[in-house]
């Protein structure tokens, strides 16, 4: 088993090993203090591992109750969260009390929200069963669900006591599916030094894998908790990323919009010398071996008008992230009103096609 102590405000572990959900009761046990927990899942991962978990809380002394709900983005919404809490009270949870986020990132997102207004804020557990989960959205404590006008725009920081990361649950993820984690995960390499972006070209064992990008994510969340400066390294690939997702009414995989928007970011900051030449060229050689797509039709104005809601924006400055050189990557203040000219070169090469 794997181990990563993410040093925020309140401390906790990130626990990674095969067979680890059997055990998640007790090692919950350990890191709370409440007895009762609503396990929050979608209606594709609740049949698979709902059971699972359960039957590990109940083992350790838990009271469960479980709260599902209809997979996707377009239940991302704060009628979802309030369903939650309703449920959450319907079930007697108290202060004390915890809720456990079992899935994928979306899940995860939501969970934490529901526990951070639920009775002023509850404790969480994270029980991350999918790659993007486990390498990314489940450590950092950002939490949150969409507004009509785009992803992720209500929410709050809200940690979780406890990250506990079964890689066996992969094996049932489809192929797209994974393959979006892979693109966090090479986002991370084109931000956490070459040693990391060597070890992502190797592959390898999983498990060293998914705790060489916690160690990033961590190292990173543990000096800027809110994301006041150095945390936004993370949202490399995401500005336009989340731009591309929203554009196609949420059809396409969160991962499949950060790799296009690693590509857009890649190719706009080499064509304006911001970037060493060839970078880009290594990070679409690795997204292409994960399936990955490395362009869009959607036209760079259209993504540029569809960022400007993004939560990156202070007034009329965006901060942008663009990788620099191999394994390095920078923030790049903008005004929004040169936004579309930067990117407009990436029509005919990223975007447009």
Do not use: W
């Not at 906790?12 to 609503?38: C, D, F, P």
Request: glycine share 12%.
């Amino acid at each position: 088993m794997e181990k990563v102590r993410v040093q925020t405000g309140a401390p906790y572990e990130v626990l990674i090993g095969n067979g680890l959900l059997r055990q998640a009761g007790e090692l919950t046990a350990a890191a709370v203090r409440g007895r009762r927990v609503m396990i929050m899942t979608d209606n594709t991962v609740g049949p698979l591992y709902a059971e699972t978990a359960e039957a590990a809380f109940r083992k350790a002394g838990f009271s469960t109750a479980v709260f599902s709900f209809p997979e996707g983005e377009m239940h991302k919404t704060l009628s979802t969260v309030e369903q939650a809490l309703e449920a959450a009270d319907a079930a007697g949870l108290t202060r004390g009390d915890l809720f456990a986020a079992l899935g994928g990132g979306l899940t995860g997102d939501m969970t934490g929200l529901t526990a951070a207004l639920y009775l002023r804020g509850t404790d969480f557990v994270q029980l991350p069963t999918t790659l993007l989960a486990m390498v990314d959205a489940s450590v950092g404590g950002k939490t949150a669900v969409n507004l009509k006008s785009g992803k992720n725009l209500c929410g709050a920081f809200h940690q979780p006591r406890l990250v506990i990361c079964d890689p066996e649950t992969l094996r049932t993820l489809p192929e797209a599916v994974y393959a979006e984690g892979m693109a966090e995960v090479i986002k991370h390499g084109a931000l956490g030094g070459e040693a990391l972006l060597n070890r992502i070209v190797r592959g390898g064992d999983i498990e060293s894998l998914i705790a060489a990008n916690v160690r990033l994510k961590s190292s990173i969340v543990s000096r800027d908790e809110k994301e006041s400066g150095l945390r936004q390294l993370l949202n490399l690939g995401h500005t336009f990323g989340h731009a591309v997702e929203k554009l196609s009414g949420f059809t396409i995989y969160h991962g499949e919009g950060v790799a296009v928007g690693l590509m857009i970011a890649t190719a706009a900051a080499e064509h304006h010398g911001l970037c060493e030449p060839g970078v880009g060229a290594e990070l679409k050689t690795l997204l292409r071996r994960e399936k990955l797509p490395v362009s869009t039709a959607f036209t760079a104005a259209e993504i540029a008008g569809a960022a400007l809601n993004d939560k990156k924006r202070r007034g009329d400055r965006i901060t942008l992230v663009l990788p620099e050189t191999r394994g390095k990557s920078r923030l790049y203040p903008l005004p929004v009103s040169e936004l579309g000219a930067f990117i407009a070169c990436c029509d005919g090469e990223v975007t447009g096609l």
